[in-house]
């Protein structure tokens, strides 16, 4: 079952920052975010675990709660360079997970 | 590496006619993904691969559509007959290790496919 993605499209101005919103619902296993620009192939970001931990990437950071089932993106302070479109990959299996369904993505626009 | 590598980038064909999109994973990696992607229906994962073995295809649409993976760095996905609706662009995705579970998959540029 898809993930939903909130908001569905987001423009900034260049500094100001941003969350991106992934929820299921089914229980996860894990959640993995990628950016994909424009007529190019999707990008890793990051992959979070069961566990509620939160991880970083630059100015680019997640949060992962299991119980709600939801994991939201953050960009700080955004950049020129992080306009794309955000998705969000859910993985319900435990232990022998193998395959990612994906949201319908979040399309971020930051302007000078 | 020079990372995953697809061909050919665009293919422009006729409905009827039959398409070969082909992939060749990152050296060392053991899963291969096809992945379809429109607008309406956003990422698809259409089928996987381990070792060189189809695991899961449950997401192929129809027997219209196959793959292969005959050795280790190069894989398939065919359409026969093609129909306008297969028209999307088709990533070909590799990891190595347990899958998506916790590792990064990389993509490929993608087939750009447009059947008319």
């Known amino acids: 079952q898809q993930p939903v993605q909130s908001p569905q499209a987001v423009i900034l101005r260049e500094g100001e920052d941003a969350v991106i919103n992934c929820s299921s619902s089914k229980a996860l296993y894990s959640v993995h975010w990628y950016r994909q620009k424009h007529g190019e192939a999707p990008v890793f970001l990051m992959i979070l675990l069961k566990g509620g931990e939160q991880k970083g990437h630059d100015k680019i950071s997640a949060s992962f709660n299991e119980k709600k089932q939801q994991s ?3 960009l700080t302070a955004s950049q020129l360079s992080y306009s794309g479109t955000y998705f969000c990959g859910t993985d319900g299996s435990s232990g022998s997970a193998r395959q990612l369904t994906f949201g319908s993505g979040t399309q971020l626009t930051v302007l000078p | 590496d020079a990372g995953v590598i697809q061909s050919p980038r665009h293919e422009v064909t006729e409905m009827g006619q039959e398409v070969t999109l082909r992939c060749k994973p990152i050296s060392g990696h053991d899963y291969l993904f096809w992945y379809r992607q429109t607008m309406m229906r956003g990422l698809e994962l259409l089928i996987y691969f381990n070792n060189n073995v189809p ?9 219209r559509f196959s793959a292969k993976m005959p050795n280790a760095s190069f894989s398939t996905l065919k359409i026969q007959p093609s129909e306008p609706r297969d028209s999307a ?21 993608g087939t750009r496919l447009t059947v008319v």
Request: proline share 3%; hydrophobic share 30%.
């Open chain 2, 55 to 63: 695991i899961d295809d449950s997401g192929m649409p129809e027997d």
């Open chain 1, 72 to 74: 939201s993106l953050y």
């Open chain 2, 89 to 109: 662009v088709y990533f070909c995705a590799s990891t190595q290790g347990r899958g998506h579970m916790n590792t990064e998959a990389f993509f490929g540029q």
